[in-house]
């Protein structure tokens, strides 16, 4: 058997083939790079990823490391974008108004949604608009190109950040340009054979449920179902002509799907608000933009965290929102989510920024974007 000593110098050995392996792998991730950003190509490209790591699962021999290699070469393709989004943002970055002519913008769900109702406030009732069945398959769609804007809510003052879109931010190359608080007014809606005392399920998005939790507890008899949008509830109730069956949606849809307003403000919180926001493919700070989203990781040792916050307050840049996610590639990590005053633009900030990158591990721009007033 050999020693420690020898077992050491032979891993030294690999080490320092891996080093210069993977120096040329990143000279080469730089060309890439610099041919997307003349292409106007996008850094992530989810098939091209998954083929590399289906192709080094392959020629993995000993398939007890198989699982080890997949997320080894995870991490090497987070690696490999967070490279290409240091070196390309600076090209990217646009001044644009926010009025653009555009050719068509997306939504989640079905017509008589909130996310619809929050297009009626920032776009003309011209634009075209296309729905879409769940948030990734807009955000496909924003990122195909087949819509240019998409709308999405992104935070509820009852509920908090709608988890699925803030993993999705992070997964694909896509912006934030608008920021647009919409007041939520939830309505209990059923048929017209409908009333409280017949109801027995009423179906909503989950985060519509949770808003309206009290109503539950007060009706035990009623149970809450889960649905993939407020306003597709609203209509299969409206198909399913149920008296049993009501809906958790807003008066829009119970207006488009013919359906009676049983209770109207049934929401717990009386001043419920959804921040929605616009995305886009371009890293746009456009006019009278005058915030900044960012996601970031933190190393697991002592300070890592304050170190980049610290990084704000010695720029006086004010934070106006934190929030973490679960890193589903490694157990009890996280990635923050961080919203904060100013645009990438603004000189405290790119300092600020500049700190943040030397603290943290993946890094990546959600967008500096205009803020909307609320409506109401």
């Not at 990438?344 to 500096?368: H, M, Q, R, T, W």
């Amino acid at each position: 058997m050999n020693n420690i000593e020898d077992i050491r110098k032979n891993i030294n050995e690999i080490d320092r083939q891996l080093v210069e392996l993977f120096e040329k792998r990143m000279r080469i991730v730089s060309e890439v790079a610099v041919n997307k950003a003349e292409t106007g190509r996008d850094i992530y490209d989810s098939k091209r990823e998954q083929e590399v790591i289906r192709q080094a699962i392959e020629l993995t021999k000993n398939k007890e490391l198989a699982s080890y290699t997949k997320e080894f070469f995870e991490n090497l393709m987070d690696i490999s974008k967070k490279y290409q989004h240091q070196m390309i943002p600076a090209k990217s970055i646009e001044n644009t108004k926010l009025d653009k002519e555009i050719s068509a913008v997306g939504f989640q769900g079905v017509s008589g949604s909130f996310s619809d109702s929050a297009v009626d406030y920032l776009y003309d009732q011209s634009i075209e608009r296309k729905n879409y069945a769940t948030f990734e398959d807009l955000f496909k769609a924003v990122q195909s190109g087949e819509v240019i804007d998409g709308v999405f809510p992104y935070e509820n003052t009852s509920t908090g950040g709608v988890s699925d879109v803030l993993d999705l931010l992070r997964q694909y190359d896509l912006y934030i340009i608008a920021q647009f608080d919409v007041r939520i007014s939830q309505c209990l809606l059923g048929t017209g054979k409908s009333s409280i005392e017949t109801l027995k399920y009423v179906y909503s998005h989950p985060q519509g449920l949770l808003q309206c939790a009290q109503f539950f507890k007060n009706h035990e008899s009623i149970t809450p179902c889960p649905y993939t949008n407020t306003a597709a509830a609203a209509k299969d109730v409206s198909i399913w002509d149920d008296e049993t069956k009501g809906a958790i949606a807003s008066k829009k849809a119970a207006s488009l799907y013919h359906l009676n307003v049983l209770i109207d403000n049934l929401e717990d919180n009386k001043k419920n608000t959804t921040r929605f926001i616009v995305v886009n493919k371009k890293l746009s700070v456009n006019e009278g933009a005058s915030k900044t989203s960012l996601i970031f990781t933190a190393a697991h040792e002592p300070g890592a965290l304050f170190k980049i916050l610290k990084s704000f307050y010695e720029n006086d840049v004010n934070i106006t929102r934190i929030e973490s996610r679960p890193n589903n590639k490694r157990n009890f990590e996280y990635f923050f989510y961080l919203d904060f005053e100013g645009t990438i633009l603004d000189s405290k900030v790119s300092k600020a920024l500049e700190s943040v990158k030397n603290n943290c591990g993946y890094f990546k721009i959600l967008g500096s974007y205009v803020v909307k007033g609320e409506s109401r």
